[in-house]
């Protein structure tokens, strides 16, 4: 294998990493400002839950937790850990071809 090609490899699993790691810290974001009760009507508090929202649309509400925190946590906190998992198994597999 050339060195350019395992140079490029490289530069794609990384990219792939970051991704998923900005993916999960926009929702571990918007975990901490929801458990910290931020201003929803602040422009920057606003964006991350769109973003989170967006992220998390098909785990939010997956559990029926009687607590709004607690359905917070696991299901924007699921979406977060299986982008982390996902993204970085993606990421070592490319990085070993």
């Given at each position: 294998m050339s060195p350019r090609h395992r140079s490029s490899a490289n530069q794609a699993g990384t990219v792939i990493a970051i991704?998923?790691?900005?993916?999960?810290v926009i929702?571990?974001?918007?975990?901490?400002?929801?458990?910290?009760?931020?201003?929803?009507?602040n422009d920057f508090v606003q964006?991350?839950?769109d973003a989170a929202n967006w992220l998390a649309g098909?785990?939010?509400?997956?559990?029926?937790?009687?607590?709004?925190?607690?359905r917070v946590v696991a299901g924007y906190g699921l979406a977060a850990v299986?982008?982390?998992f996902v993204g970085h198994a993606i990421a070592n597999r490319v990085h070993r071809h």
């Open positions: 991704v998923a790691d900005v993916m999960a929702l571990g974001l918007w975990i901490l400002m929801y458990l910290l009760d931020a201003n929803r009507s964006f991350v839950h098909w785990s939010y509400d997956l559990f029926t937790f009687d607590e709004a925190w607690a299986v982008y982390l």
